[in-house]
C-alpha cells in the first residue's frame, strides 16, 4: 500500500485462533491491533485458572487481567462498555503488570 496502515481493528476470539498470525504481522510491521469482543468471547479464558490465580494475585477483577494481557502481548484491548465503574477498571488494567510466567499460561 501507498500509506501504510497504522491500526488493524479485529475480533479476538477463539474460532479465529485469537488472529495470532494477524497479531504477529502486526508486531513485525508497527501496526496496532486493536482487539473488540475479547471479553463477550472469550468467557472461558476469563473463567479459567490462571487468570482467577493472577487476578487474586492482583487484586482486581479477571476481564483486568485478559486486557492487562492483551496490552502486554503489545496490543490494544478496545471496550465498549456504557458502564463508568466498568470503564474505570478497563482503564485500570494499565497500572497493573503480570509476571512473565503468567502471560505464558493465559496466552498458552
Known amino acids: 500500500a501507498r500509506i501504510k496502515p497504522k491500526v488493524l481493528q479485529n475480533r479476538f476470539y477463539k474460532d479465529s485462533g485469537y488472529d495470532q498470525d494477524l497479531r504477529d504481522f502486526c508486531l513485525r510491521h508497527g501496526v496496532a491491533y486493536q482487539s473488540f469482543w475479547a471479553l463477550t468471547a472469550n468467557p472461558h479464558i476469563l473463567r479459567s485458572g490462571e ?43 494499565a497500572s497493573i503488570e503480570l509476571t512473565a510466567d503468567e502471560m505464558s499460561q493465559i496466552g498458552g
Not at 52 to 80: N, Y
Open 51 to 93: 487468570v482467577s490465580a493472577a487476578a487474586a494475585r492482583l487484586h482486581v477483577a479477571p476481564q483486568q487481567v485478559l486486557f492487562r494481557w492483551l496490552i502486554q502481548a503489545g496490543h490494544q484491548p478496545l471496550t465498549g462498555t456504557k458502564s463508568e465503574q466498568h470503564m474505570r477498571e478497563d482503564l485500570s488494567a
